[in-house]
């Protein structure tokens, strides 16, 4: 983990977006207390794909029932 001051983040602020992309973790302290890490942003869960689950589970006609009454008013306490 590398503290830099906010001075210095200033002063380096593109080394320090290059050096977080490439995974190292970059605190920015004001005098010796921490303030902020500075992180990439990123996509974790990487890129959406519409109908990935398409055929993966299916819901029968009980599901479009009607809830009995008494389940019903659980929903509304």
Do not use: Y
């Amino acid at each position: 983990m590398k503290t830099v001051t906010i001075h210095s983040a200033k002063t380096n602020l593109s080394r320090l977006i290059e050096d977080a992309c490439r995974g190292e973790e970059i605190v920015i302290a004001r005098g010796k207390k921490p303030m902020v890490r500075l992180v990439p942003v990123s996509n974790e869960h990487g890129e959406r794909k519409p109908g990935w689950l398409k055929g993966k589970f299916k819901l029968g006609p009980e599901f479009f029932e009607p809830l009995p009454p008494d389940e019903l008013d659980l929903w509304w306490q």
